[in-house]
């Protein structure tokens, strides 16, 4: 995976499986779940820090009992193809992509993204016994950077640390069933704060 500095200065349209834009808001059909802690605010912005559109998620607050600040599961189910995303059957073919802005002087935020297959094709994800990959952002910059990583490049974590997935251990990505973004950060360190935006598979690293 890697990361680039990056300020879209005018639209452009890219192919893609769109996973979330916030242009519309939060959408019914995803799960949103915020802890009440202090100074708490995952919500949509409107301003002109933007790097796509004119929306964007602020994901901020302080939490001194779990890392866990909030999170939004993304279902395949909102997205019109079933069960599962419509996405390749190749995982060399299939890129994720998304923008994430850095807030200074804040407790440094870690994103988290768990994508979870349904190879049993039960409509459910498991990761007891089903392949969930995962893709850990630490948010130590300034500003907005894009983040782009191959789907076959998708590491398998319990608690940070490398495992083996408890399915077939194959990429499946025509087989994911749900996306979940986590928003984290020490509990010790006081408030953190970050933004995301334009979250998308690609079939090649997005090009802004």
């Known amino acids: 995976s890697f990361e680039l500095p990056i300020r879209v200065s005018a639209p452009k349209k890219n192919n893609g499986l769109l996973i979330a834009d916030f242009e519309n808001g939060i959408n019914s059909q995803w799960n949103r779940f ?5 100074a708490m605010d995952f919500n949509v912005k ?15 607050g302080t939490v001194n009992w779990d890392w866990l600040i909030g ?3 993304f279902p395949a189910s909102a997205y019109g193809s079933g069960n599962t995303f ?16 850095g807030v200074p002087g804040t407790n440094p ?23 969930q990959y995962d893709l850990e952002v630490r948010v130590n910059w300034t500003g907005w950077k894009l983040v782009s990583v191959r789907y076959s490049d998708l590491p398998s974590l319990v608690n940070g640390q ?15 069933g749900k996306i979940s ?3 984290l950060a020490d509990p010790s360190a006081g408030f953190a704060s970050s933004k995301i935006d334009y979250i998308i598979f690609t079939d090649r ?3 802004p």
Request: charged content about 20%; aromatic content about 8%; glycine content about 6%.
């Open 34 to 38: 915020v802890q009440s802690g202090a």
């Open 46 to 60: 409107n301003d002109a820090l933007a790097p796509q559109g004119s929306r964007y998620l602020q994901m901020a």
């Open 71 to 73: 999170l939004i599961d």
């Open 86 to 101: 419509a996405l390749s059957t190749n995982p060399d073919g299939v890129y994720f992509n998304c923008m994430i802005y």
């Open 109 to 131: 935020s870690l994103v988290l993204f768990q994508f979870k297959e349904d190879e049993i094709s039960d409509g459910n994800t498991n990761a007891a016994n089903e392949d």
């Open 162 to 176: 490398p495992a083996t997935p408890k399915g077939n251990a194959r990429h499946n990505p025509d087989k994911l």
């Open 181 to 183: 973004m986590l928003h």
């Open 205 to 207: 690293p997005l090009e």
